[in-house]
C-alpha cells in the first residue's frame, strides 16, 4: 500500500515556505467547481472569470505543486489521480476558510451590535439623548450603553477600553486622545430671581465674581476647567457636586449663583426660575469635542454616532 507522505503532491505541499506552496483560495475553489461540473468552461462561468483565465490559473497551480491535475479533452475537463487527491485537501481547506470567514463575521456582528459612549454631564444630558435617538433610526440593532462623568472620568474610561467614543467640554484634549469639535458652547453666571445680583444693571465684572462663593462642578470636570481658565484659578466654591443637574437645583433652590452651560439652564430662564446675570471682561466660551484613543479612529456604530453629531 502506499504512504500519503511519499505522494509527489504531499512532498510539494512540504517543502519550501508556505505562501509558495499552497495555492490561494481562488484556485482552489476553481479546482473544486472543475471537479463538481466536470467542464472548465462550466467552472468559470459559474465563478465569473473568462475560461481562458481559468486554465490559466489551473496552469499556474500544476506549475505550483509539480503535478498535473486536470486532463482536458474536448469531452470536457477530467481530473488526474493527483488531482482528484489534491481535490480532497482542496475542500477542506476551503471549508476552514468558510468557516474562518463566518467566525469573523460573527465577532464583526457583536462589535457592531454593541456601542459604549463616555460623555462629559452637560453633553450626556442635553445634547447625547438627540443624537442617539438618531443612531436609533440609523442601527436599531445596536444596543447603546452610557457613561455618563466628568471630562477626566471620560479619558479614563477611553484610554482602559471601557468606551468605544467620548465626549469633553474642557479647554483642552486630554492627553492620549485625538478629537474633533463637534459644537460651541459658552458658560453663563446664573442665580434665583430673589438673589441681589438678579436686580442689578451693570455686568459682573471677573474680579467680583471670582470674590463671590459659588456653587460649582467639581475640580476635573469641563465645565470647572474653563471657569478656573477663565478667573486664574480663583473661583470660590460655595459647594462642589458632581452633576449638572444638582448644580441647577441648589441655584433654584436660592442657595447661590452658579456658572453653567448656556444649554443647561434654557428651561430655567424661560421660567424665570433662573435670572442670567451679565458678566464682562472674562471668556466662557468653549468647544465641545468628540475623543478617542489616539491613533485609533472611531468604527462601526461609533463613527456613525460621530457622523451624525456634525448633522
Given amino acids: ?85 489534491v481535490t480532497d485537501w482542496a475542500r477542506r481547506i476551503v471549508e476552514a476558510a468558510e468557516a474562518f470567514d463566518a467566525g469573523a463575521q460573527a465577532l464583526r456582528d457583536r462589535r457592531d451590535s454593541r456601542l459604549t459612549v463616555a460623555a462629559s454631564m452637560t453633553i450626556a444630558e442635553y445634547l447625547l439623548p438627540g443624537w442617539l435617538l438618531a ?26 477600553g471601557e468606551a468605544d467614543l467620548g465626549f469633553v467640554e474642557g479647554l483642552t484634549v486630554p492627553s492620549g486622545l485625538d478629537s474633533a469639535v463637534i459644537a460651541h458652547d459658552r458658560l453663563i453666571v446664573v442665580a434665583a430671581p430673589g438673589h441681589p445680583w438678579a ?7 471677573g474680579e467680583e465674581l471670582a470674590s463671590t462663593p459659588l456653587i460649582l462642578r467639581e475640580k476635573g470636570s469641563g465645565t470647572r476647567q474653563v471657569l478656573d481658565a477663565a478667573l486664574g484659578g ?15 437645583a441648589a441655584a433654584v433652590g436660592g442657595a447661590g449663583p452658579a456658572v453653567l452651560s448656556e444649554l443647561a439652564v434654557g428651561e430655567e430662564l424661560a421660567m424665570r426660575r433662573l435670572v442670567r446675570i451679565p458678566v464682562q471682561g472674562i471668556a466662557l466660551a468653549r468647544d465641545l469635542r468628540a475623543v478617542w484613543p489616539t491613533g485609533h479612529r472611531p468604527t462601526g456604530p461609533a463613527r456613525d454616532l460621530l457622523s451624525l453629531t456634525r448633522g
Fill in 135 to 160: 443612531l436609533r433610526a440609523q442601527r436599531p440593532d445596536t444596543a447603546v450603553s452610557l457613561l455618563a462623568g466628568n471630562s477626566a472620568a471620560v479619558a479614563e474610561r477611553l484610554m482602559s
Fill in 1 to 85: 500500500m502506499s504512504n500519503t507522505d511519499d505522494h509527489p503532491v504531499h512532498r510539494a505541499l512540504t517543502t519550501g515556505s508556505l505562501a509558495h506552496r499552497v495555492p490561494d483560495l481562488g484556485a482552489l475553489e476553481l479546482l473544486l467547481a472543475v471537479a463538481r461540473l466536470g467542464s472548465l468552461g462550466s467552472a468559470a462561468r459559474e465563478l465569473g472569470i473568462t475560461q481562458p483565465a481559468a486554465s490559466s490559473r489551473i496552469r499556474s497551480m500544476e506549475r505550483q505543486l509539480g503535478v498535473a491535475l486536470v486532463d482536458r479533452s474536448p469531452r470536457g475537463s477530467r481530473l488526474t489521480d493527483a488531482g482528484a487527491l
Fill in 234 to 248: 480663583l473661583a470660590r466654591p460655595l459647594i462642589e457636586l458632581s452633576s449638572t443637574t444638582a448644580v441647577k
Fill in 199 to 205: 436686580r442689578r444693571r451693570r455686568p459682573l465684572a
